[in-house]
């Protein structure tokens, strides 16, 4: 995520990125793991798109972040499932 957006907007877009991966993944956290999901998401994102894209991914705007935080928002959610084993919750 650019830094230059601010620590307020990162939590911001983090919350919106990690409740929408919590709806992908069909988890239920509550708005404070919501927050640390898409924040950790963020930083997982951005590690991923700098190794498959270089610096050229880095400063495309506030949408394009919020889908890199999505994007590592889903893989963590992922990689915790896996390493507990639990199921999607039911609707």
């Known amino acids: 995520m650019n830094p230059s957006f601010g620590i307020l ?3 911001v877009i983090g919350a919106v990125a990690g ?3 919590s709806m ?3 988890t239920r956290q509550g708005v404070g793991m919501d927050i640390v999901v898409g924040v950790v ?3 997982i994102g951005g590690f991923l798109t700098r190794v498959l ?3 050229s991914a880095r400063d495309n705007g506030i949408f394009a972040s919020f889908g890199v935080a999505l994007l590592g928002s889903v893989v963590l959610l992922a990689i915790v499932r896996a390493a507990t084993g639990r199921r999607p919750l039911p609707h």
Request: net charge neutral.
């Open 24 to 26: 992908i993944m069909k």
């Open 19 to 21: 409740w929408a991966a």
């Open 41 to 43: 998401g963020a930083l």
């Open 53 to 55: 894209f270089g610096d």
């Open 9 to 11: 907007l990162w939590i």
